[in-house]
């Protein structure tokens, strides 16, 4: 599977963003999926997660209430919508493919996108 991420950029503290992340070959729905962050200096951390078919998702505590994941299995796509966004949520925003779950854990995921960079001024 090969992901590409795509929607990031400078926002202005309490805009939005909306993240994607397109998913090569035809076994998209087989994969949990799930958004990850690095900021600079950082450790990788889990965002957000949702499972094969959408119907269970997961989110980090610091972004729950602001940030949805979803996702289009007939787009392969997974997104990631992003209201009320604060300068610590700025960072580069990886999607990745976990084929057995939807887990918090990045060492569950197998594989991995390039990366987007989200950008929050002040």
């Known amino acids: 599977v090969q992901l590409q991420a795509s929607g990031g950029g400078l926002v202005q503290a309490g805009g939005s963003l909306r993240l994607s992340c397109v998913a090569s070959g035809r076994t998209f729905s087989s994969y949990g999926m799930g958004w990850f962050r690095q900021a600079p200096g950082k450790e990788r951390e889990f965002v957000a997660a949702i499972s094969w078919s959408g119907g269970s998702t997961n989110a980090a505590d610091s972004v729950k209430g602001r940030f949805t994941i979803s996702r289009d299995n007939a787009k392969n796509t997974v997104y990631l919508q992003m209201n009320s966004l604060k300068p610590e949520d700025s960072a580069v925003y990886y999607c990745?493919?976990?084929?057995?779950?939807?887990?918090?854990?990045?060492?569950?995921?197998?594989?991995w996108g390039q990366g987007t960079l989200v950008t929050v001024s002040s």
């Open positions: 990745a493919a976990d084929r057995s779950g939807w887990g918090t854990h990045r060492v569950l995921y197998e594989y």
